[in-house]
């Protein structure tokens, strides 16, 4: 009826952005991971087919590059932002050279796979 879960020590898979997922928890209407992006590292540019997300940075820095009809803006990912990817967004984000950049991520409705994420061209 209830879960609890602590967040995963290792990676339990690698997103289709290259990011590293550790799952949490998920009920009908969503489900949350932690994603990780070793320093240095830059994301794959992808769009999602039906699902958009929430962001929480919870430690380290890098940049966000969000794209959707005509918009596009890149944004300083640092501690305690949040920040939307709506339904349709193209997206990637990297971590600064010198140290990762971690967040958790809710996505509605849940994640439902891997052919979720459509590759795009990106920023980077």
């Known amino acids: 009826m209830f879960e609890s879960r602590r967040l995963p020590a290792q990676a339990d898979e690698y997103a289709p952005d290259g990011s590293e997922v550790r799952r ?8 949350m991971a932690h ?6 590292q830059t994301s794959s540019a992808v769009m999602h087919r039906s699902v958009e997300e929430i962001w929480y940075v919870l430690e ?3 940049e966000i590059w969000r794209s959707q ?9 640092e501690p305690g932002l949040c920040l939307t990817i709506p339904l349709g967004t193209c997206f990637q984000f990297r971590a600064a050279p010198d140290e990762p950049v971690s967040l958790v ?4 409705p849940p994640w439902p796979g891997d052919d979720e994420a459509i590759p795009v061209a990106g920023a980077w």
């Open 60 to 62: 380290g820095r890098g």
């Open 35 to 40: 994603f990780r992006l070793a320093p240095g």
């Open 24 to 31: 949490l928890l998920r009920v009908a209407g969503g489900s």
């Open 105 to 108: 991520a809710v996505t509605l």
């Open 69 to 77: 009809d005509g918009a596009a803006e890149i944004v300083a990912l």
